[in-house]
């Protein structure tokens, strides 16, 4: 997971370009539901503006960071993920969901939910299916008391999930890094540890084999180019590329990243674990490498 620029701006310009009345109808909406005290329509339109979203993303998922379909056919694979839920919370962990996690404390439910939020373009993203229809439903962990009505601050939740758009919320990489291709928390006590575990667990980034091997093969990928680097065998044109591989639009960025800083802290390590993911990656009965 890592943080995307977002000029508020920008995307409304890109939204009206899509539907010239789309700003003002969520307004609209978003005042009937606060009228209400509740979110209920009988049909939605922020579908509409899920392109928005997966453009300024760079076609990734915004939790797990996997590159999916882009252009006119993104929008068949993608959902548009309200980040905090518009409607019904439940409260996480869920015994029978995830009986392996015993987090204490992280918010109680509630039956109207962030209504007020349905048509709130900071609270929405672009994430893959699997990220919002199995992990994220309709579960918001937080570490104080919910906000329940549009005049609370929503900062006071102590929220514990991360929202990766624009500067509102800490940076992930803040929270969560990689050995290899496994996520851990980037702190080892205190709060942000809590957060990191509580992310990589909401949304089973160690679980999912295809991402393991997804990651891998990105390290594979760059592990060969700095190995070229190293052996003064690097053209200019693979430079430039090693440069790009810790831009955004990189699959696995967070992953990418965390794997060059210890190639240049610790380069034997780093090569030992390069080894282990090219062979992994594309070796459907290993285990995920370690150090």
């Known amino acids: 997971m890592i943080r995307y620029s977002y000029d508020s701006a920008e995307i409304e310009t890109a939204i009206t370009a899509l539907d010239k009345k789309w700003l003002q109808k969520a307004k609209d909406r978003t005042a009937k539901f606060m009228a209400l005290g509740r979110y209920e329509e009988a049909s939605a339109i922020w579908s509409t503006v899920k392109p928005v979203f997966i453009k300024l993303q760079h076609d990734k998922c915004i939790f797990c960071e996997q590159r999916l379909e882009g252009g006119a056919y993104g929008p068949v694979v993608w959902d548009l993920e309200h980040f905090r839920p518009k409607s019904t919370v439940a409260a996480w962990p869920d015994a029978t969901r995830h009986p392996g996690l015993d987090y204490a404390n992280l918010g109680t439910g509630s039956n109207a939910g962030y209504y007020w939020l349905a048509y709130e373009l900071r609270n929405y993203a672009a994430s893959c299916k699997v990220c919002n229809t199995i992990f994220k439903?309709?579960?918001?962990?937080?570490?104080?008391?919910?906000?329940?009505?549009?005049?609370?601050?929503?900062?006071?939740?102590?929220?514990?999930?991360?929202?990766?758009?624009?500067?509102?919320?800490?940076?992930?990489?803040?929270?969560?890094?990689?050995?290899?291709?496994?996520?851990?928390?980037?702190?080892?006590?205190?709060?942000?540890?809590?957060?990191?575990?509580?992310?990589?667990?909401?949304?089973?980034?160690?679980?999912?084999?295809?991402?393991?091997?997804?990651?891998?093969?990105?390290?594979?990928?760059?592990?060969?180019?700095?190995?070229?680097?190293?052996?003064?065998?690097?053209?200019?044109?693979?430079?430039?590329?090693?440069?790009?591989?810790?831009?955004?639009?990189?699959?696995?960025?967070?992953?990418?990243?965390?794997?060059?800083?210890?190639?240049?802290?610790?380069?034997?390590?780093?090569?030992?674990?390069?080894?282990?993911?090219?062979?992994?990656?594309?070796?459907?009965?290993?285990?995920?490498?370690?150090?």
């Open 137 to 291: 439903l309709n579960w918001f962990p937080v570490a104080k008391a919910r906000a329940s009505a549009p005049t609370d601050v929503l900062k006071d939740e102590d929220p514990l999930l991360c929202y990766p758009l624009g500067d509102m919320d800490e940076n992930p990489e803040d929270l969560v890094t990689f050995v290899l291709t496994t996520a851990v928390p980037k702190h080892r006590t205190g709060h942000r540890n809590l957060r990191g575990r509580i992310i990589i667990d909401f949304f089973g980034l160690n679980k999912r084999d295809n991402i393991h091997r997804d990651r891998a093969q990105m390290i594979g990928s760059i592990g060969t180019l700095l190995s070229d680097r190293d052996r003064g065998a690097a053209s200019p044109e693979v430079l430039a590329l090693l440069d790009q591989l810790s831009e955004p639009h990189i699959p696995h960025a967070a992953c990418v990243r965390a794997f060059r800083r210890l190639w240049e802290d610790d380069a034997i390590a780093a090569r030992r674990g390069y080894e282990a993911c090219r062979a992994y990656g594309f070796d459907p009965k290993a285990a995920p490498p370690s150090l």
